[in-house]
């Protein structure tokens, strides 16, 4: 075994090298259901977290292909990167399966290496469910992975990175 | 409560004081763990047609040549059982000669070099390999501490092909002084894990008379599913 290569934190400048055209906009082979989920990232005072990258991998709508390549960016990912006032938004479409949930990484200067989360599209009893999410069963910090449906195809879901209300971030 | 002592880590905590940033966006609760495998899927895939010709030359896209030392930097990505990772997204941003970046919110007080904006991708080929032209990166002062200033860098994105590959990190430059100083790079624990982000100088990797060239090669995690086709 050959060790790995060590994080270092993305800086304040990556939109330079990592700004994609229609990064926000998720492509499948197959639309599906459009989803909207837009948040807002804030730190351990609640403020905004101008400087993020918010990447996104999701199972592909009902009938569509997984991982492919896509015809601009690949199928299936997104990344967007947080304004000013910490806000993100990413048009997808609606994974597949019974209890539909999105994987997030999130980077950021001042993290040395990604946080790694996910939200789920889905009431609290199914996300309960699922069989990965037993380490938070009865936790009312399960919470903080599910997205509010406000109406139509938009969803929201909001990451406190640290303190109150802190966001579950899963160990890799 | 978080990753502070995990023995034998090889990224930095997510907490690292002396870097201030660290200080008010690192999760304070456990990290939580899931079931083995959970993030261990395929993907993505990234077009062909994303990476166009002369992407990974740094120095060709104004109307002169930028100023600066010219390099050529090469490299093999693996994962930790050797096996190549081909045909996957590198992507690097820098700083120019003088040590600022093209962007708006660089307000460092030195020269943007109309002929460098520091931005390079490639996609490895089918033995894992990469190579980029460029200009060496010149350091620069930030406001972490008094006297504060970036050793000099190339930061690096790998896409891998799983998510479980997914790597940022930045590239430095063998006996640069400022490593001993810098919070971003002295907040990784092990000291040879340190070193695996410094690339080597290699003569016969440049062109003579031209171009310094370097060596930089990176080991990503092991995926156990990667995209049928690779």
């Known amino acids: ?172 | 409560m978080n990753d502070m002592a995990r023995p034998g880590a090889i990224d930095p905590p997510y907490l690292y004081p002396d870097y201030l940033s660290t200080r008010l966006r690192s999760p304070k609760e456990a990290l939580v763990e899931l079931p083995a495998g959970a993030f261990d899927v395929p993907g993505p895939l990234v077009p062909k047609g994303f990476v166009r010709k002369g992407d990974n030359d740094l120095t060709i896209h104004g109307k002169r040549a930028p100023l600066g030392e010219k390099m050529i930097l090469v490299g093999r990505v693996t994962d930790e059982g050797g096996r190549p990772v081909r045909n996957s997204l590198v992507e690097i941003w820098q700083a120019n000669a003088s040590g600022r970046y093209h962007h708006p919110g660089d307000n460092h007080d030195a020269p943007l070099d109309p002929n460098f904006k520091g931005i390079g991708r490639t996609f490895t080929d089918g033995e894992g390999r990469y190579r980029f032209i460029t200009i060496k990166p010149g350091s620069y002062p930030w406001r972490n501490h008094p006297f504060a200033w970036r050793p000099q860098h190339i930061h690096f994105s790998l896409l891998g092909n799983a998510p479980v590959q997914r790597l940022v990190t930045q590239m430095y430059f063998p006996g640069d002084p400022l490593l001993a100083i810098d919070p971003v790079y002295q907040s990784i624990p092990d000291a040879k894990a340190r070193e695996r982000l410094i690339c080597t100088q290699h003569l016969q990797t440049g062109i003579e008379m031209i171009a310094l060239g370097y060596r930089f090669d990176i080991v990503l995690a092991g995926a156990a599913s990667t995209p049928m086709g690779l």
């Open chain 1, 1 to 172: 075994m050959t060790q790995r290569s060590p994080s270092q934190t993305i800086g304040p400048f990556f939109h330079l090298g990592l700004r994609w055209r229609d990064g926000g906009k998720v492509a499948f082979s197959t639309r599906g259901d459009r989803v909207v989920l837009a948040g807002r990232i804030v730190d351990g005072a609640g403020k905004p977290v101008g400087d993020a990258l918010v990447e996104t991998w999701q199972a592909p709508p009902k009938g569509a292909k997984g991982a492919a390549r896509g015809k601009s960016n690949p199928f299936g990912f997104g990344r967007v990167e947080t304004g000013k006032d910490g806000r993100f938004r990413i048009e997808t479409s609606m994974p597949a399966g019974d209890v539909p949930a999105i994987d997030v990484a999130i980077f950021a200067r001042g993290l040395l290496k990604p946080l790694r989360t996910r939200v789920y599209l889905a009431p609290r009893e199914k996300v309960e469910a699922d069989p990965q999410m037993k380490p938070l069963a009865g936790s009312k910090r399960l919470e903080t992975l599910i997205a509010r449906h406000s109406g139509g195809a938009e969803y929201r879901w909001d990451v406190r990175l640290q303190g109150d209300g802190e966001t579950v971030f899963f160990a890799t």
